[in-house]
C-alpha cells in the first residue's frame, strides 16, 4: 500500500515538489515549454483533489470520479498514457467550460511517456488542497519563472507581476468596494494579486470588488484565470485588448473605476495592428512606428469612467521621454504631450531594477487620475525610487521592502518634495523639459541646476540669427559686394583676411566687425546653453550605469623629461608629431596643434607614449577649472601630452564613439565639481571608475544624432569668431 499522500499547506513542501518535478522537466522537455507541460497537471491534480471535498467551490464543478487523478495515475502501465491524461483534461474542460484557458493547454499524447510517467508518479505523491497561507499558483509560477525564464522571443517583454508590487500599486490607487477594477493584459497577474492581497487582510466583512480582465490565451492568463476560478465577481474575457476591446451591447467602449496593468513593454507597432484597431479610442492617434506603449497607456484611459477613473500602470522608462517633438508624424513625444496637457497624470515613479522575473531593467509606475483633487491640478508628483533605493545587482529578482513601499506610499499621500527623493512639479516646468517625465529631472541631486525654459532659449537664438545676418549685410554693404549677399561669413572673412591689414581696417569698419564678432559671442553662448539643457534631459538617463574605465581604454599623456628633450636635440633627425596639449582641446575637432615632439619619442614605448589614431577622444585632466574636462576628438595622428588622456571604447557596438564623445562634452563643467570634490585636477582613477550611463547602443546612437548637429553649430561659431578676433587683432 502506497504512503498516504503529503498535503501542500506551505511553501517548503511545494518547492520540495517543484523543484523534483523541474528536474524531469529539465531533462526530457524543451527549453520553453516546461511551465506548459507542467502546470495544466497540476490544475488538473488540484481539481480533482477538490472535487473530493464538500466545499461550495467543489459542488459547483461537475468532476465524475473515473477522470480523477488516482483513476488516471492506476492506468501508468497503459502503451500511451499521454493519450489518455489528455482525453481526461479535454472531458473535464468540456463538463465545466469554465475551465477552457485553463486545462485545454496540452495534448500530452505527442510526448514521450516517459517523463509523463514521472511526472504522474511524483505529483501522486501530493495532495493540492486549498491552503488558507499558500498563494498557490503565484508561489508555483514564480518559482517556474526563476528556474525557466521567458525566452525573449516567448515573452517579447510581458512579464510577471509578483505580489510586492501589485500590492504597492493597489495601495496607490486605493479601490474602493463593490467597484470594477479592470487589467487588459491579464497575463500579468495584476488581478490575481490584487484579489489575494485584499484576501489576505482579514478585513470583515471581506472587501469584495468586480475584476474583469482580459488577455490572449497563455499558460500565464491559465494561471490568473486558475486563481481567480471561484470568485464569483471576477469576470475573463479572450482577445487581444487592443484589437477586440471590451464594449456594451450598443457598440461603445466599457468603462471602469479602475484599472491595474502591467501590458506588454515596449511592443512594435506594426502594419497589421495600424490596421486591426479601430481608432475612434485614441484621440491623440496611432503611431505608424515604434512601440505601443501609449497605444496601451490611451487604451486604459479610454477605458475609465468619466470623472472618477484612477490607473496604476507598469511600463518601461522609455515612455518617459522617447519621441521627437520636431518629428512631423504621430509618435510617443506628441501622444504624451496631449496626456500630460490633459492634467490627467498624477504621478510617476522610477523604480529599480530587478523587481521582475523577466528582466533585469529598471521600470517606471504611472498613476492616472481623470478627477484630481483640487490642489493636485496642474502639478504631477514625481519618485525618484531608482536612484533613491539600494541598488539591485545581478539576475535575481528583488522584492520592495515594506520601508521602501512605506515611503513612496506617504510621498503620494502626503504630495510632498522631500530632498532628492520626490518633488512635485508645476505642468509648466514639465513642458519646458519637452514633456520629459523622467523623475530624475525633477529629482536630482543637481537641483542646483536650474535651466531657463528651452522655448526661451530657441526664440533667442532666432532673434540673435536675426542680427547675425543684418551684420553681415552692413560688412558686405560696407565692402561694395551687394551681388554676393549670400555669401557666408567664413568665404567673405577668409576672402577680405588679406586686405583687412590695419592699414585698410578704418574705424567705421572696425565698429562693424566687432558689433560682427559680439553678435556672434551671444549665439555662441545661446547655442551652448541649448547644448546644455537638451544633453541634461538626455544623459540623466534611468539606465545602468557602467564604470568608464569597464568600456573603454583610457590611457594618460606624457612630456618628455630632460634627458630625453637633450638626446632629441642631438640627434636632430626624422620628423615631428603633433603633440596635443589642453589648450588645443578648445576646438572640439583637433585639425592642428601647436605642439610638435620628435617622433622617435613616440617608438616602441607603451599606449600612453604612442601617436594615438584619428577619432581618438582626448579629455584635459589637468589645468585647473577652466580647463578640466575640456573634449576633443583628433582629427590629425597625434600624441597627447601628460594633462590630456586618451579614450578609446572597447567595442563600439556597446559602447558608441559619438555617444561618449557627447557625454563628455556634457560633463564639462561636472569633472571637478562632482567628481573631484571641487579639486582643480582630475586623476585617471577617477576618469576610469566614473559611472557612465549606458542605454542600448540603438539610444546611444539616437543620442549622439540629436546632439551632433549642436556640436557641428558650436565648432563653426567658434572658428567663426577666432577668425573676426585674427582680423581685429591685425
Not at 492506468?75 to 474542460?93: E, S
Amino acid at each position: 500500500m502506497p504512503p498516504p499522500a503529503e498535503e501542500v499547506t506551505n511553501v517548503r513542501i511545494l518547492e520540495r515538489l517543484l523543484e523534483a518535478a523541474t528536474d524531469i522537466l529539465k531533462e526530457n522537455v524543451s527549453r520553453g515549454g516546461e511551465k506548459t507541460f507542467l502546470l495544466p497537471l497540476l490544475f488538473y491534480k488540484y481539481l480533482s483533489d477538490l472535487s473530493h471535498s464538500t466545499s461550495p467551490e467543489a459542488r459547483s464543478l461537475h468532476f465524475p470520479p473515473e477522470y480523477r487523478w488516482e483513476n488516471i495515475s492506476n492506468q501508468l502501465t497503459d502503451d500511451n498514457i499521454g493519450r489518455t491524461i489528455t482525453n481526461a483534461i479535454g472531458n473535464i474542460a468540456f463538463l465545466n467550460p469554465r475551465l477552457y484557458g485553463i486545462l485545454d493547454f496540452m495534448n500530452y499524447e505527442k510526448y514521450n511517456d516517459a517523463p509523463l510517467k514521472k511526472l504522474i508518479l511524483l505529483i501522486s505523491q501530493y495532495q493540492l488542497p486549498p491552503a488558507e497561507d499558500l498563494d498557490l499558483w503565484s508561489e508555483t509560477y514564480e518559482y517556474l519563472l526563476q528556474r525557466f525564464p521567458e525566452r525573449e522571443q516567448d515573452a517579447e517583454e510581458a512579464f510577471y507581476t509578483p505580489r510586492d508590487v501589485v500590492k504597492l500599486m493597489a495601495d496607490l490607487v486605493k479601490p474602493a468596494p463593490n467597484e470594477s477594477v479592470y487589467d487588459p493584459a491579464l497575463a500579468s497577474g495584476c488581478l490575481s494579486g490584487l484579489f489575494h492581497y485584499l484576501d489576505s487582510k482579514h478585513a470583515e466583512p471581506k472587501m469584495e470588488m468586480k475584476l474583469i480582465g482580459q488577455d490572449l490565451f497563455s499558460i500565464a492568463s491559465a494561471v490568473t484565470k486558475m486563481d481567480l476560478l471561484f470568485y464569483e465577481k471576477a469576470e475573463i474575457h479572450y482577445g487581444d485588448a487592443l484589437r477586440e476591446p471590451l464594449c456594451e451591447k450598443d457598440g461603445n467602449l466599457r468603462s471602469f473605476d479602475y484599472v491595474l496593468a502591467n501590458p506588454p513593454w515596449n511592443m512594435s507597432i506594426d502594419d497589421e495592428m495600424l490596421y486591426e484597431i479601430d481608432s475612434k479610442r485614441f484621440l491623440c492617434g496611432i503611431p505608424d512606428r515604434g512601440k505601443a506603449d501609449w497605444v496601451w497607456i490611451q487604451h486604459i484611459l479610454a477605458s475609465l469612467k468619466e470623472k472618477k477613473g484612477r490607473v496604476a500602470v507598469i511600463l518601461d522608462l522609455g515612455v518617459l521621454s522617447r519621441g521627437l517633438a520636431s518629428d512631423l508624424l504621430i509618435n510617443e513625444h506628441g501622444i504624451r504631450q496631449v496626456v500630460i496637457e490633459q492634467d490627467v497624470v498624477e504621478a510617476v515613479i522610477s523604480l529599480p531594477g530587478n523587481l521582475f522575473y523577466g528582466t533585469t531593467v529598471p521600470c517606471c509606475l504611472l498613476l492616472f487620475n481623470v478627477n484630481k483633487l483640487p490642489d493636485r491640478a496642474g502639478k504631477i508628483l514625481f519618485v525618484d525610487a531608482l536612484n533613491t533605493f539600494q541598488a539591485r545587482r545581478g539576475s535575481r529578482r528583488f522584492k520592495l521592502e515594506q520601508k521602501e513601499c512605506d515611503a513612496i506610499l506617504e510621498a503620494n499621500e502626503q504630495w510632498k518634495t522631500e530632498g532628492n527623493f520626490c518633488r512635485v512639479a508645476p505642468l509648466e516646468e514639465v513642458c519646458s523639459n519637452g514633456y520629459d517625465l523622467r523623475p530624475v529631472l525633477y529629482v536630482s541631486k543637481e537641483v542646483n541646476i536650474h535651466y531657463r525654459p528651452l522655448d526661451i532659449v530657441k526664440q533667442e537664438l532666432v532673434e540673435a540669427g536675426q542680427v547675425r545676418i543684418a551684420d553681415d549685410l552692413k560688412v558686405l554693404e560696407y565692402l561694395h559686394r551687394p551681388d554676393q549677399e549670400n555669401l557666408d561669413l567664413n568665404n567673405l572673412l577668409e576672402t577680405y583676411q588679406h586686405p583687412l591689414s590695419k592699414d585698410y581696417l578704418d574705424e567705421s569698419l572696425r565698429a562693424l566687425l566687432e558689433e560682427l564678432k559680439k553678435s556672434r559671442e551671444k549665439e555662441l553662448a545661446l547655442e551652448m546653453e541649448q547644448r546644455e539643457i537638451i544633453s541634461y534631459m538626455l544623459f540623466t538617463l534611468d539606465v545602468e550605469k557602467v564604470p568608464l574605465g569597464e568600456c573603454a581604454n583610457i590611457y594618460g599623456g606624457f612630456t618628455p623629461r630632460k634627458r630625453e628633450r637633450e638626446i632629441a636635440e642631438l640627434k636632430q633627425e626624422g620628423t615631428d608629431v603633433f603633440w596635443v596639449k589642453a589648450g588645443d582641446l578648445e576646438q572640439e575637432y583637433i585639425r592642428e596643434a601647436e605642439g610638435r615632439i620628435p617622433e622617435f619619442l613616440t617608438r616602441n614605448y607603451h599606449c600612453s607614449r604612442a601617436v594615438q589614431p584619428i577619432n581618438t577622444i582626448v579629455l584635459a585632466i589637468y589645468g585647473g577649472a577652466s580647463t578640466v574636462g575640456k573634449t576633443a576628438i583628433l582629427g590629425i595622428p597625434a600624441a597627447i601630452n601628460h594633462a590630456v588622456c586618451c579614450i578609446n571604447p572597447h567595442n563600439e557596438h556597446f559602447l558608441d564613439r559619438l555617444y561618449l564623445f557627447c557625454y563628455l562634452t556634457y560633463m564639462r563643467k561636472r569633472w571637478w565639481r562632482d567628481v573631484t570634490g571641487g579639486r582643480q585636477n582630475l586623476t585617471l582613477r577617477a576618469v576610469k571608475k566614473h559611472a557612465l550611463p549606458l542605454p542600448p547602443d540603438v539610444t546611444q546612437q539616437e543620442i549622439a544624432a540629436k546632439l551632433l548637429p549642436y556640436n557641428n553649430r558650436i565648432r563653426e561659431l567658434k572658428r567663426e569668431i577666432a577668425l573676426l578676433h585674427q582680423v581685429l587683432k591685425a
